[in-house]
T-cell receptor, first 114, second 113 residues
């Protein structure tokens, strides 16, 4: 199947700093990618839809100024958590659909904010 | 997108078939049924999807009732590595790039030796 990668896999940062997470589709192009967040023992929560060449679409309750999304190419979307705080500590996962309606997920990024 | 209902947990003996049910009684005619699974601390893995016909691939079989209000994912010979949370999701398909997936709570499947 198609491969989606994320970088970094794990990051620890100090409160108040910004963290960038990359999501890449390695063997297919994706005009749309999705960003999810998952807290321990909970399901995945969709945060936003990343659209290549245009603004991201955020789900209700997700602060667009705090979670900056850029989809600069057909294979790369980035999520920047700005001014991170301990409550932003979570497992961040991206996904990208291929042309057969199969959506592939990245391995996730574990963010810990001290 | 239609909502789904799954049992929160199930057990299965290793080597036996695991049958995971999903109710989606409000599914629309153009909504597909998707199944994903998530092994602890990993990203979800695509398993299978279908519209109205039964589907089979190398991982599993998907049985959709004739009225499309429920479906069953079948893992024919469960192994310990199939222990995971299984998510049934319905959403509109179509287009070349698909749409967003909304995850419910899923079924935590434990395969026991």
């Amino acid at each position: 199947g198609a491969v989606v990668s994320q970088h970094p896999s794990r990051v620890i940062c100090k409160s108040g700093t910004s963290v960038k997470i990359e999501c890449r589709s390695l063997d297919f192009q994706a005009t749309t990618m999705f960003w999810y967040r998952q807290f321990p023992k909970q399901s995945l929560m969709l945060m936003a839809t990343s659209n290549e060449g245009s603004k991201a679409t955020y789900e209700q309750g997700v602060e667009k100024d705090k979670f900056l999304i850029n989809h600069a190419s057909l294979t790369l979307s980035t999520l920047t958590v700005t001014s991170a705080h301990p409550e932003d500590s979570s497992f961040y996962i991206c996904s990208a659909p291929n042309t057969r309606n199969e959506q592939f997920f990245g391995p996730g990024t574990r963010l810990t904010v001290l | 997108d239609a909502k789904t209902t799954q049992p929160p947990s199930m057990d299965c003996a290793e080597g036996r078939a695991a049958n995971l049910p999903c109710n989606h009684s409000t599914i629309s005619g153009n909504e597909y049924v998707y199944w994903y699974r998530q092994i602890h601390s990993q990203g979800p893995q695509y398993i299978i999807h279908g519209l109205k016909n039964n589907e089979t691939n190398e991982m599993a079989s998907l049985i959709i009732t004739e009225d499309r209000k429920s479906s069953t994912l079948i893992l024919p010979h469960a192994t310990l590595r199939d222990t995971a949370v299984y998510y049934c999701i319905v959403r509109v398909g179509g287009g070349n790039q698909g749409g967003k997936l909304i995850f419910g709570q899923g079924t935590e499947l434990s395969v026991k030796p």
